[in-house]
T-cell receptor, first 110, second 111 residues
Framework: DGGITQSPKYLFRKEGQNVTLSCEQNLNHDAMYWYRQDPGQGLRLIYYSQIVNDFQKGDIAEGYSVSREKKESFPLTVTSAQKNPTAFYLC?????????FGQGTRLTVV | RKEVEQDPGPFNVPEGATVAFNCTYSNSASQSFFWYRQDCRKEPKLLMSVYSSGNEDGRFTAQLNRASQYISLLIRDSKLSDSATYLCVVNWAGTASKLTFGTGTRLQVTL
């Protein structure tokens, strides 16, 4: 079945550590996105990529980094520079109108 | 002013009721519009696109008012299973595939 997969589902990070969230899609979509969701704030765009080896900052890119070496993969690294990383992270891919989301990763800093 | 604004709710309605949500957007160059549904602690899923002439899908009707820069979602004959958060999503013209989400409106349908 085609779809978009995020892993892990839950992730715990110690302060000062970098962590990488995985996002893989087999939908053959060019565009991929990372969003962060906090209670009461909806989805905020972190980074997006419209083509392999190219990506753009979204509204809240500080403290995050991404890569797009393959069409299928768009990993997000949450660096120690991100001061408040605890959130629900959603990856999406899109071809035309509809965006398909992965099931999300809940990141908690302990 | 936020780019996309929604009333967060919650809207508490009895089964069978009709409920409507509005969403306003600030950029008049916005190109395309969508309603997504998000269940608690789950990912958003597309409910319906919103077309200029308005469109209907079963009990759901979406409308666009470009002059006033808002879109609406009407749900008729509400079901318990309609309980969720409804997200308004706007695609800006000129920024290709960048989607901007509203904060969502929570709907709770009760017996």
């Amino acid at each position: 079945d085609g779809g978009i997969t995020q892993s892990p589902k839950y992730l715990f990070r110690k302060e000062g550590q970098n962590v990488t969230l995985s996002c893989e899609q087999n939908l053959n979509h060019d565009a991929m996105y990372w969003y962060r969701q906090d209670p009461g704030q909806g989805l905020r765009l972190i980074y997006y990529s419209q083509i392999v080896n190219d990506f753009q900052k979204g509204d809240i890119a500080e403290g995050y980094s991404v890569s797009r070496e393959k069409k299928e993969s768009f990993p997000l690294t949450v660096t120690s520079a991100q001061k408040n990383p605890t959130a629900f992270y959603l990856c999406a891919s899109r071809k035309e109108a509809e965006a398909f989301f992965g099931q999300g990763t809940r990141l908690t800093v302990v | 002013r936020k780019e996309v604004e929604q009333d967060p709710g919650p809207f508490n309605v009895p089964e069978g009721a009709t409920v409507a949500f509005n969403c306003t957007y600030s950029n008049s160059a916005s190109q395309s519009f969508f309603w997504y549904r998000q269940d608690c602690r789950k990912e958003p899923k597309l409910l319906m696109s919103v077309y200029s002439s308005g469109n209907e899908d079963g009990r759901f009707t979406a409308q666009l008012n470009r002059a006033s820069q808002y879109i609406s979602l009407l749900i008729r004959d509400s079901k318990l299973s309609d309980s969720a958060t409804y997200l308004c999503v706007v695609n800006w013209a000129g920024t290709a595939s960048k989607l901007t989400f509203g904060t969502g409106t929570r709907l709770q349908v009760t017996l």
